[in-house]
């Protein structure tokens, strides 16, 4: 079996169902054959070492552990989704606390055992909050640091999938920026459905404006429905997207859905978004969306709660005050 690279992938949180199919994701990919399982709980953890062993994959080097230490040390790549998953009746927000602690001891571990990391991918919710927690503690450079809110741009995809009954190929850029949660902004000005921009259809017979308010706001309660549905959150999306991101930042195909990343500039400040992003082997680069001015507007809306539920976990005392920041990672 031909793979990308031989530097070593490690998947934390692989006990659970996103970790353990980021792992088969990655094997069957041919990301590297040096792939390391980390979590914290053994028997499950062992169980799905075992699993993967009898796929009977050619030329893998697969381990598992339940020491960190272990898990990190010459890890080039990490993907984690070590966190608390989100249940019945819970928002993303819910996970807060419990999760932000998680990713401070993440990033300090990181820090600590693989500072020479190329690439990381957070994908435990509050993705955008723990996501910026790990980079402060990790001392990397926000280019090295994505989360997963290509989620929600694919969610968007599928819904006019479904509503327009065309394939996936025919719906083109569709968009959420902002926040992995209920504040996103659902973007229509970027879309492009079989050759047509979806606001010329919007408001019309092909789309009417209530029509599109129901996919709206089916997009946003997207993981919500999942649960509904099967009884736990998502994971296979989620495995799925977060591989790819890796590949990419491996050398293989770029992804150019949008991903989580610091941005500090004139207009956002101190935080971690979705944004215009692509990611390489170069790490990400990302450009600000550009929409309608309504758009723009819940952009806005989006950024401000993410802006307080950072400010609050600065006053949980996980983050240090933000001019602070520099003295934990001078990349910021």
Known sequence: MDFLTNEK???????????????????????????????????????????????????????????????????????????????????????????????????????????DVKFVVVIFNPADITGLVTLLYSGLKPSQVATLAALDSTRLQNELVKYFKLPAAKIENSRTYGGHGEQMAVYASTTVVDGKPLTDLIGTDALPEADWTELKGRVIQGGKRIIELRGRSSFQSPAYLSIEMIRAAMGGKKFTWPVGTYVNDDRFQHILMAMETTVDANGISYNEPKGTPAEQAELEKSYKHLCEMRDEVISLGILPPVADWKKFNPNL
């Open 9 to 115: 992938l490690t998947i934390v949180g692989a006990a659970g169902m996103i970790g353990s199919n980021m792992a088969q994701t990655a094997i069957m990919m041919g990301l590297t054959p040096n792939i390391c399982l980390y979590d914290p709980y053994g028997p499950g953890l062992e169980g799905v070492a075992e699993e993967l062993y009898q796929c009977g994959f050619e030329g893998l080097n697969l381990t598992w552990t339940t020491d960190i230490k272990e898990a990190l040390t010459d890890a080039k790549y990490i993907v984690s989704s070590g966190g608390a998953p989100r249940k019945a009746g819970m928002t993303r927000e819910d996970l807060l606390k419990g999760n932000t602690q998680i990713a401070e001891d993440f990033g300090k571990n990181v820090k600590a055992y693989c500072p």
